[in-house]
């Protein structure tokens, strides 16, 4: 009886392929989110997400790309606001 799997080179790739692709997803999700909400601290992850998955080679590049052009957009989104609303934060 064997308790592992068997070593080949496409189980050891499989996993690190799964997780950049699971990073592309969540830094797309946490950009998306970050434009209404706490887009000081999602915006920093999401780009950092995305870049991750980028160097990891995912084979979801569109949304890793999507994830890293919004995580840009949270801080843009944040700084306009600060800069209109004269305050280091801002709020509805």
Known sequence: MQLTAPASGRT????????????????????????????????PVAIVLAAIALWRGTSRRGRAWLGLTLGIADLAVLGLAMDLSNTVSWSL
């Open 12 to 43: 050891e790739n499989r996993p690190r392929t799964r997780d950049a692709d699971g990073m592309a997803v969540a830094s797309f999700i946490l950009g998306l989110v970050g434009l209404l909400v706490l887009n000081v601290f999602l915006g």
